[in-house]
C-alpha cells in the first residue's frame, strides 16, 4: 500500500484483509541486476451488501409489488434473492415481486459480487383485494312451530383484514314497509328477531377493513 517501507523478498506477495482496494508493488530482478517495477490495484472486500427492500406496511387494497434491492459500496450487488410462503427466487438487483391477496412472508437476502451475503430479512405483506363474505342463513321453507324466527346476522373475510361492519335491513313484502334497518360492528352473529305471520325480505350486507363490501343480499323469512 505504500513505500515507505522495505520490499519483501520472495514469490508470495500477503495482502492485507481488510476491505478496500490496495496497492501492491512487486520488482523484480534479472541475473546482471537490472530491475523492473509495477503496481497492481488488489480489490478486497469482506462486508456485507446492505438489504434496502421496504415493503409497505398494514394491509394494501391492490397486488403489492416489492422491489428486492441492496446497496454494496464495494464489489457492488451481485444478485438478490427472495422466499414468497416457502418459494424461494433470485435476480437481479431491483426484481420485483408480486404478491396477490392473503397474509404473507417475505423474506429477502442481498449477496454482492463477491458472495458476501446479508441474513435473510423477514417482512409481512398483508394484501386484502377481496370483499367479505356473507354468512347469513335464514330456516328455508315456511316457519310454522315458533311465534318468531331470529336470524343470526354475521360474516367473515377469509386471510382479509376481517368484516368491520354489518347492516341491515328487514322489510314486510305485504306492506312493504321497512320494519328494521340498522348496522354494527365487526363481524357478528347480530340477532334478528322477526314475528307475526307474512314474508319478510332481509337484505344484508357486510364491509371489510379496507372498506370493500360484500354488496347486498337478500334473503327471505
Known sequence: ???????????????????????LHTRVFDAVGRTHELVHPVKIDNTDPVDTT???????????HVSVEGDDDDSGVGRVEWELDGVRGSGENGSTV????????????????????????THEIKVDIAGPVDTTTVPSGWVTDAEEV??????????GAGVELIEWKVTNTLT?????????PGPGPV??????????KVETQLTDGVGDPSGWRTQYV
Do not use: C, K, M
Open 98 to 121: 408480486s404478491i396477490g391477496h392473503g397474509i404473507h412472508e417475505l423474506r429477502t437476502r442481498i449477496i454482492d459480487a463477491v458472495g458476501n451475503a446479508t441474513l435473510w430479512a
Open 176 to 184: 312493504g314497509v321497512e320494519i328494521q334497518a340498522g348496522s354494527a
Open 54 to 64: 421496504d415493503p409497505p406496511e398494514g394491509w394494501q387494497h391492490d397486488v403489492v
Open 191 to 200: 340477532p334478528l328477531t322477526i314475528s307475526g305471520d307474512g314474508v319478510y
Open 150 to 159: 331470529v336470524v343470526q346476522v354475521s360474516g367473515e373475510d377469509p386471510s
Open 1 to 23: 500500500d505504500g513505500l515507505d517501507g522495505e520490499f519483501t523478498e520472495g514469490t508470495v506477495a500477503t495482502v492485507g484483509a481488510t476491505t478496500e482496494i490496495h496497492q
